[in-house]
């Protein structure tokens, strides 16, 4: 029996555009860390068409800029649609 293959598309996916994702002012202010994991998928001319929080530590607190910031992203064109998982950590001063 053959191993299952691992999807080879996920690696290829070669970032053009990857703005960070804005610093919540609350967090901020509060000095308040973190990271939220989320799963992209790309479109083939790049773009992101989709993108959810899978965890988020603290809860909550950074989703929205996080998703905003994924959403923006831009790739290399790709040949069929591929989904990915990053993570983003959030750090003040950082």
């Known amino acids: 029996r053959q191993p299952a293959a691992a999807p080879a598309a996920a690696a ?3 970032p053009i555009s ?3 994702p804005r610093y919540p002012a609350d967090a901020l202010r509060s000095g308040t860390s973190g990271e939220v994991l989320v799963e992209i998928t790309v ?3 790049g773009s992101v068409t989709n993108a ?3 965890r ?3 809860a909550r ?5 996080a998703l905003g910031a994924v959403k ?9 649609p591929t989904t990915t998982r ?3 950590a959030f750090a003040p001063g950082g």
């Open 52 to 54: 959810r929080v899978l």
């Open 43 to 45: 479109g083939t001319d």
């Open 61 to 65: 607190i950074f989703d929205r800029e």
């Open 86 to 88: 990053r993570t983003l």
């Open 72 to 80: 923006k992203w831009k790739f290399e064109p790709v040949s069929a």
């Open 12 to 14: 290829t996916l070669r």
């Open 56 to 58: 988020a530590t603290p």
């Open 18 to 20: 990857t703005p960070a």
